[in-house]
């Protein structure tokens, strides 16, 4: 295609071209991104509009490729610790204990006590922390400009108490074969106790302003509603599946760690809207607040490092698979090892991939508005989806 | 203060009161983007502008310096004409809206005694600019931002002339002065006080006419990424902003007129009284700005033609009412 | 039906007004933020921060690092950014087998030479790259002797990347002098 008048070439990319078989005289082939204020990143959807109505929408990935799956064959076990931090910046700890669980599982190494209720904390912490932004950046996406703001007064403290103990401030490489880099000190339990008590208002500020808020129940109620069934098919994980009332938890239903020993909740939403997945990730930080107070006064002394932890791991040959509960789902990392001092594969799977799969299928006939709405609920970060 | 209506000429009374009112636009758009700033800043804990001049009160002036140094760029495919026409047309109507505003007892341009009418067929004027400068950019996303502005506008005009209507059957009259004139400097004897709902609905009215958050669904940036004005840059947005900031000025002083008694004040009443009440209506419209999410494009018109097109005709009946026994 | 309806509309306008009441409490309170550069942040509040890495010198002679040149964190970096480079010198009562000591070699770990007699290891060059580093500290941890930590430099900033490639010795030597120059003035 090409305008003469205009001097255009309207063709687009491959991507576009694959897009519109039949553009009709009524619909508009609309480009929302890569560079979009609420596709958070470099993401980019295609949608077919008639009106504001999405007829057909399609995510178009891999903006932000780094081949992290690649790299983690051509380094040995431990230099591709660091890597697990930037795959989600958002939870990096998260990753950091799938990648570092794994290994230990293929090793069959044993890890402290201490060293797993300090990954019980700071990975609790580090999800508070994701869901501050994710909140924060959902109502920023809906035009109210000022919980942001808010967000990032509370994830300030966060990262002043994971700083104390990883040293970074985002993109964490806290925790090693067999325990954490680092020991936590008295002022770092200190810090946490008082951050758990200063939070708790803060969390009854936010319902006030933003939850109860009659704007933001009407943008959000009964929009991308999602069904069982969908879930199922694109095997959605985290509080998207919460937030549709199922009760699964990697941390409850593969317990790892020191999970099984700590009392809380699972919270579920049956309205299976934005608002379920709303309310699952306000009461989540809640229940991290409750698991973090738990395991701080449970912590028992010992070596943050297990002792036998090998400064460069030779797992032996096998394949092992480790789940974790991420703030956006279940995070796996499958590992072969051949033996050698470099894994022979490393596959890692993202909960925001399978949850941004579903949205061609939620979006269609929603408002385009809606659709930023529902983009914005499933919590999605980019570099997790395109590794 | 200049006493206007003692200038002999008719004519150079309207020349002196224009260069007054673009003075007065300039300088207020100077100081509304500085107040925006720092009213959103403190609300999230920020100071704000700090580093240009002190406590950065200097910024709006940098900003407006960097806005008119800016190259103006004619996007591909555009049609320069309209394109360039729109921010024109919507800045120029704010201009002739400030002319039969009485800004103190014998501060006003033009006493006409359709005042009223006048300030409200100017302001219809930008829904137009909009449009075109929307349909001429050639960019989906203004195309979208133009569509939603012209049915919101629409929408809104109704309410906004229907909550007028109680304020005109009370005073009888059309002409802002005396209208004014009809409400006594203390608080009691002010319209708001028997019209409380009219003002309301005027007020919301006013938030959707000059598309400003939780309504600002025309340049909803994290849906449409700027709307209308998402390809003009320079002066060409430059424009529209001030026209925005103008058309804000006209609602609140349009409220505090035919609500707060104007320039009347409890004590020296005076132009003073009038802007006081005028930036403490801004200052709202700032205030509700950075607290709310924004509403969605068929809920803003369902508010508009379910709640408060009914309500304002309840409210004229029950005034019409009123006034005739 | 009505009744409901008109509750419904009560509370939202109530919610809106809650609102408007938290964030004007905001308003007034103080601000939070930090004003860089005329406010930094407390050097107490950055215990356990990672900055680029630098050397930790011998106890005796704070002009020479603790290294031994094995090369473990050139060889652990992920990101390939440190440079070491070592040469044995003989001690000067071995002066007679000068063989071994003149050699400049490159550290390579795997190479089998018969060990010298008496000799010692002096760093010549300890370079980093600090544009690669991902700061994960694997070097910092598994040094064998101690001689890497994490400096507390947070506002590192320039133009070019070739001011993040550091000399580490010639750091180490900057601040052997400054804390010299401070014990001299302390001792006055």
């Avoid at chain 1, 610790?81 to 990648?99: E, F, I, K, S, T």
């Avoid at chain 1, 941390?251 to 760690?257: G, N, V």
């Avoid at chain 1, 607040?289 to 912590?299: G, H, N, R, V, Y």
């Avoid at chain 3, 480079?85 to 070699?105: M, N, V, W």
Wanted: one cysteine or more.
């Amino acid at each position: 295609m090409f305008d003469l008048e205009l001097g255009l070439d309207l063709s687009g990319d491959f991507y576009t071209r694959h897009f519109q078989p039949t553009p009709s005289e009524d619909t508009l082939i609309l480009n929302m991104g890569p560079q979009h204020p609420s596709t958070h990143g470099v993401l980019r959807v295609i949608l077919e509009i008639d009106g504001e109505y999405i007829l057909r929408a399609e995510p178009v990935l891999g903006y932000i490729h780094r081949m992290q799956e690649k790299m983690g064959e051509v380094k040995r076990y431990e230099q591709y610790l660091p890597n697990m931090g930037r795959v989600d910046y958002l939870h990096a700890l998260a990753w950091n204990w799938a990648y570092v669980g794994a290994v230990e599982r293929l090793m069959g190494l044993e890890v402290p006590k201490r060293a797993e209720y300090i990954r019980v904390i700071t990975c609790e912490l580090n999800r508070i922390n994701s869901h501050l932004l994710w909140w924060g950046a959902y109502l920023l996406d809906l035009g109210a400009f000022t919980p942001i703001m808010y967000a990032f007064q509370d994830r300030e403290i966060v990262m002043d108490i994971l700083q104390r103990v990883s040293g970074s401030r985002l993109t964490y490489c806290y925790y090693r074969f067999g325990g954490v880099s680092q020991d936590i000190d008295d002022i770092f339990i200190e810090k946490t106790k008082e951050f758990c008590a200063y939070l708790k208002p803060r969390l009854k500020m936010y319902k006030d302003l933003v939850t109860d808020n009659i704007i933001l129940r009407k943008r959000v109620e009964d929009i991308g509603i999602i069904e069982e069934e969908t879930l199922r098919k694109y095997g959605a994980t985290g509080p998207v599946l919460r937030g549709s009332g199922i009760k699964y938890d990697v941390r409850r239903k593969e317990p790892y760690s020191v999970y099984s020993e700590l009392d809380f909740e699972i919270p579920t939403a049956s309205s299976k809207d934005a608002l379920g997945r709303y309310l699952v990730r306000m009461q989540e930080i809640e229940e991290s607040l409750k698991i973090i107070e738990q395991a701080l006064e449970k912590i028992p002394p010992g070596p943050h490092i297990s002792p036998q932890a090998p400064r460069r791991p030779k797992p032996p040959r096998g394949e092992v698979y480790f789940a974790v509960e991420g703030a956006r789902g279940e995070i796996g990392v499958n590992l072969v090892s051949d033996g050698s001092a470099y894994p022979y594969r490393v596959k890692l799977r993202s909960p925001s991939f399978s949850n941004l799969s579903m949205f061609p299928e939620i979006a269609k006939g929603t408002l385009l508005a809606d659709a930023v709405s529902i983009l914005g609920s499933l919590d999605l970060v980019i570099p997790e989806i395109d590794r | 203060m200049i006493d206007l209506s003692t200038i002999p000429s008719p004519l150079v009374q309207i020349v002196i009161g224009l260069i007054g009112v673009l003075a007065f636009v300039g300088l207020n758009g100077l100081v509304c983007v500085y107040l925006e700033r720092k009213v959103a800043g403190h609300i999230q804990r920020r100071p704000g502008p700090f580093e240009v001049g002190p406590h950065g009160i200097l910024q709006p002036l940098a900003d407006a310096v960097k806005l008119v140094a800016k190259q103006m760029i004619t996007p591909k495919g555009a049609d320069p004409i309209l394109y360039w026409a729109a921010p024109l047309i919507s800045f120029a109507p704010a201009i002739a809206c400030f002319l039969p505003l009485p800004f103190g007892p014998k501060l006003q341009n033009v006493s006409i005694n359709v005042g009223l009418i006048l300030i409200l067929a100017f302001s219809s004027l930008n829904v137009l600019a909009l449009c075109l400068a929307g349909w001429s950019s050639q960019n989906k996303w203004s195309l979208l931002g133009a569509a939603r502005d012209i049915a919101q506008s629409v929408a809104y005009e109704i309410p906004l002339l229907l909550s007028l209507l109680p304020i005109i059957l009370l005073t009888g009259s059309l002409n802002l002065a005396e209208i004014t004139q009809t409400q006594g400097p203390w608080p009691w004897q002010w319209l708001v006080v028997k019209q409380p709902l009219a003002f309301i609905i005027f007020f919301v009215c006013v938030f959707a006419e000059t598309n400003r958050a939780p309504f600002d669904l025309p340049e909803a940036e994290s849906e449409l990424t700027a709307g209308f004005h998402t390809e003009y840059s320079g002066m060409g947005f430059g424009l529209f902003f001030l026209a925005e900031y103008s058309y804000m000025v006209v609602g609140c002083a349009l409220a505090s007129i035919l609500f707060l008694g104007g320039y009347q004040g409890p004590v020296a009443s005076g132009w003073w009284w009038f802007l006081l009440k005028v930036y403490a209506l801004l200052l709202v419209m700032m205030w509700v700005r950075w607290t709310y999410p924004r509403v969605r494009f068929d809920q803003l018109l369902n508010l508009a033609w379910k709640w408060f097109i009914p309500l304002s005709l309840l409210n004229i009946l029950i005034t019409a009412l009123v006034v005739k026994l | 039906m009505i009744g409901s309806k008109l509750k419904e509309t009560f509370d939202g306008v109530v919610s809106l007004l809650i609102g408007l009441k938290i964030t004007f409490k905001n308003f007034l309170k103080p601000n939070l933020t930090v004003h860089y550069p005329r406010k930094t942040v407390k050097p107490e509040e950055l215990t356990g921060y990672r900055g680029h890495i630098e050397l930790v010198p011998k106890p005796e002679n704070p002009f020479v690092p603790r290294c031994i040149g094995c090369g473990l964190c050139r060889d652990i970096c992920p990101s390939g950014c440190i440079e070491v480079r070592s040469k044995r010198i003989a001690e000067e009562k071995e002066i007679h087998t000068p063989h071994f000591g003149l050699q400049d070699t490159p550290l390579d770990l795997t190479r089998k030479v018969a060990p010298p007699q008496k000799t010692k290891i002096e760093i010549v060059s300890f370079e980093l790259n600090y544009n690669y580093c991902s700061l994960c500290g694997l070097c910092v941890q598994n040094c064998p002797a101690g001689s890497l930590r994490f400096s507390k430099d947070i506002y590192l900033a320039s133009f070019s990347s070739r001011d993040f490639e550091f000399d580490l010795l010639k750091r180490l030597e900057k601040q052997a002098q400054a804390r010299l120059k401070e014990e001299e003035e302390w001792t006055k």
